[in-house]
């Protein structure tokens, strides 16, 4: 071997060994077995209600029922309130929920509810009487190369239980 192809061969080695150690972290999500997290819509605060757009902070919960800890790099959603679409967006945000445990993701979102302000306002003519909502997404987990967990939930939510006496 010349000077030049055994360099090229160390060079080689140790990046190839480089590269399985830094996967190495990763590999429960190629094998084994990788259970969905279950995320759910659990709060909406209002941040800033404006004339034409509005601020509100999603506060999703993400429980956890894998062995390991899971990295969560971002989510695609859109929040539904009956026929109306409430947002639409994606987070960057990370966050890590510990192994068979849960956490909090938050998401922040603005939105112009103005187009859309005498059907809400409708909707809010009796509190008592639910609204129905949907969210719909994907949560991207793993560091380099993980899961995409496809999210849909519907349900319901009464406006009388946000607004305090």
Not at 91 to 117: C, D, F, K, Q
Not at 135 to 159: A, N, Y
Request: glycine share 8%; charged share 25%; hydrophobic share 40%.
């Amino acid at each position: 071997m010349t000077a030049l192809s055994q360099k090229q061969l160390y060079l080689r080695t140790w990046l190839l060994l480089g590269l399985m150690l830094g996967l190495s972290g990763c590999s429960t999500w190629f094998g084994g077995r990788f259970e969905q997290p279950d995320v759910e819509l659990v709060k909406v605060d209002i941040v800033k209600a404006r004339m034409l757009e509005q601020e509100f902070l999603l506060r999703f919960r993400i429980d956890n029922p894998n062995d390991k800890s899971l990295p969560v790099r971002g989510l695609v959603y859109k929040v539904w309130l009956n026929d109306l679409e409430l947002a639409e967006g994606e987070s960057s945000a990370w966050a890590n929920i510990p192994a068979n445990s849960r956490g909090i993701y938050e998401v922040p979102v603005r939105t112009n509810l103005w187009r859309h302000m005498r059907y809400v306002v409708r909707l809010l003519e009796r509190p008592s009487q639910p609204i129905r909502y949907r969210l719909d997404g994907e949560l991207k987990t793993g560091m380099m190369f993980g899961q995409r967990v496809q999210i849909s939930r519907d349900g319901e939510i009464i406006p009388a239980d946000f607004v305090p006496e």
